[in-house]
């Protein structure tokens, strides 16, 4: 995992952040100030442009590994963060070798495009060209800066949300399952969206994984010390927490879960590992050896959104599964399309056949609870149950269960 650490730096009227040659080992992003882009061109430092808060400058020679092909000046006092070798190497060694081969493809152009246009007479392309740059920088940037208040937030503004899992044949509360929650000081409530893939793609998601997992360990002591007995089911009280694909490719993921297990203090049956159908299909070999270990040790594991990606039978024979998920989008529309009804069915006849527990995900209302119940679908989660609260919420929750009627 490539973590980018916030340093920032400070430059005076008249310092040179990066020279023309170099070799570059870092990137800034412009937090106040002003900086001048200088090429040399005989004896003379030609001026190209100026860059202001907001802006990303050197990261083009640590892309491509090429020299820098100019120099970056304070025009004004300025303050910058800095963004390492490292951060971008651990980048684009994580990319897709065909999204490489496109980037390299596209900065070849983009530095010949430049060098033609900065120098053209035709001051209107080289502006527009200027302004494309601009734009190819905006989107990087947003990912940047959002990725580094993401790792500030960890421990303060990013939180757990629980919603109950019901098991709808007894009435009880069977688990919840642990969602993240990025509470923005400034911006609110932040989509899981909108974050989570920003945290996946910069490996920041092992960090926060472990985080969760460790909070949630720490909260499943408290969930089933306030529940009555009467009020869950035969097994304590458990916490489902998802795990994504760059979880499962770090070193030692089973080690790293026994380690946070065993800090807390917290039994295997207080926490079901959540995973997706897409590791099963992008790293089933590192997936087959991380689950056989979590299940060897008495982890149970669940597919979550069964039925929307790849879904195989022969997975299903394949990896040690306890616990399939129906996607809510088949729950919402079952009462409207017939297939989507038979779909819910056959998961739930296969998860029998197969002796592994069915959840079903998005109740909204009564009617569907019934139908679920109907069909012997083992366990729910959804709105009209309880929505994802807090953790003081949870508990409050969990003192005033009331069984709703279906």
């Known amino acids: 995992m490539v973590n ?7 430059f005076s009227a008249g310092d040179v952040l990066m020279a023309e040659g170099d070799h570059g080992q870092s990137a800034y992003i412009i937090e106040s100030g002003e900086v001048e882009i200088l090429v040399n061109r005989g004896n003379n430092k030609l001026r190209i442009g100026t860059r202001g808060p907001g802006a990303l400058v050197g990261e083009m020679a640590m892309l491509d590994d090429r020299p ?13 963060i800095e963004i390492t070798r490292d951060d971008f190497e651990g980048w684009i060694n994580g990319a897709d070798p065909i999204f490489k081969m496109i980037m390299h493809v596209i900065l070849t152009r983009y530095r010949d495009m430049l060098s033609r246009s900065f120098f053209s007479s035709n001051s209107k392309s080289a502006a527009e060209n200027v302004e494309k740059e601009n734009e190819l920088h905006e989107s990087a940037m947003k990912t940047i800066k959002m990725k580094e208040e993401l790792k500030a937030a960890l421990g303060k503004d990013l939180v757990l949300f629980y919603q109950p899992i019901i098991d709808i044949k007894n009435r009880k509360v069977a688990g919840f399952e642990a969602l993240m ?8 409530m932040v989509s899981p969206g909108v974050f989570i893939p920003v945290a996946e793609q910069s ?20 969930f089933n010390d306030v529940i009555a007995p009467n009020l869950k ?18 070193l030692g993921f089973f080690d790293n879960v026994k380690a946070i297990l065993d800090k807390t203090s917290t039994p295997v049956d207080n926490i079901h590992l959540e995973i997706t159908e897409s590791l099963l299909v992008e790293q089933p070999d590192v997936a087959r050896e991380a ?38 989008s088949f729950i919402r529309s079952m ?11 056959s998961i ?41 609260m807090p953790e003081n919420e949870a508990i409050e929750f969990l003192k005033n269960w009331t069984v709703p009627d279906y």
């Not at 980018?4 to 400070?10: A, G, L, P, S, V």
């Not at 009462?335 to 069915?345: A, E, H, I, Q, T």
């Open 291 to 328: 689950l056989a270990q979590c299940h060897d040790n008495g982890l149970s594991i669940s597919i979550d959104d069964f039925g929307t990606g790849y879904s195989s039978l022969s997975y299903l024979h394949s990896f040690p599964i306890n616990t399939l998920k129906i996607d809510q």
């Open 335 to 345: 009462r409207d399309k017939p297939g989507n009804l038979s779909l819910v069915k």
């Open 203 to 222: 490996g920041l998601i092992v960090e926060m994984s472990n985080w969760a997992l460790e909070e949630a360990a720490k909260t499943s002591h408290k």
């Open 4 to 10: 980018i650490i916030k340093t920032n730096k400070k």
């Open 68 to 80: 820098r092909t100019a120099t970056v000046r304070a025009k004004e006092d300025c303050e910058v």
């Open 181 to 188: 929650r990025w509470i923005h000081p400034e911006k609110g």
């Open 233 to 250: 089911g035969a097994h304590p009280l458990y916490i489902s927490v998802n795990f994504s694909v760059r979880d499962f490719s770090s």
């Open 348 to 388: 739930v006849g296969l998860a029998e056949n197969l002796n592994m527990t069915v959840i079903a995900e998005g109740i909204e209302d009564q009617e569907e609870a019934s139908i679920l119940n109907d069909m012997n679908c083992q366990k729910c989660q959804g709105y009209w149950f309880a929505k994802p």
